[in-house]
C-alpha cells in the first residue's frame, strides 16, 4: 500500500503505524519521519480507534481479521 500512495501524509499514517508494530516510540518515530510527536500520537491514536491510514475522503477495508486487530490495537497502545 505504501509504494502506491501518493500522499505523502498517508505515507506517514503507514509508515508510523509499522514502526510502531515494531516497538519504535513515538519520540523515535517522530525523529526518524522527521515530523512532530504529537502528528504520531494523532496517527496512532486515529489508527487504534478507527483503522484510519487515509484522510477522511477515502480508505479501504481492513485486512486484519478481528482477532488480529484486537492483537494490534492492544500492541499500539502499550
Known amino acids: 500500500m505504501h509504494d502506491i500512495e501518493r500522499d505523502s501524509r498517508v505515507c506517514d ?15 523515535m518515530i517522530s525523529q526518524a519521519l522527521r515530523i512532530h510527536e504529537s502528528t504520531v500520537a494523532r496517527h496512532l491514536s486515529d ?26 490495537i492492544e500492541h499500539l497502545t502499550e
Open 47 to 72: 489508527y487504534v480507534l478507527s483503522e484510519k491510514l487515509k484522510p477522511e475522503n477515502g480508505g479501504s477495508q481492513s485486512k486484519l481479521s478481528a482477532t488480529q486487530t484486537i492483537h494490534l
Open 13 to 27: 499514517r503507514i509508515k508510523a503505524v509499522l514502526l510502531a508494530s515494531e516497538g519504535w516510540s513515538q519520540t
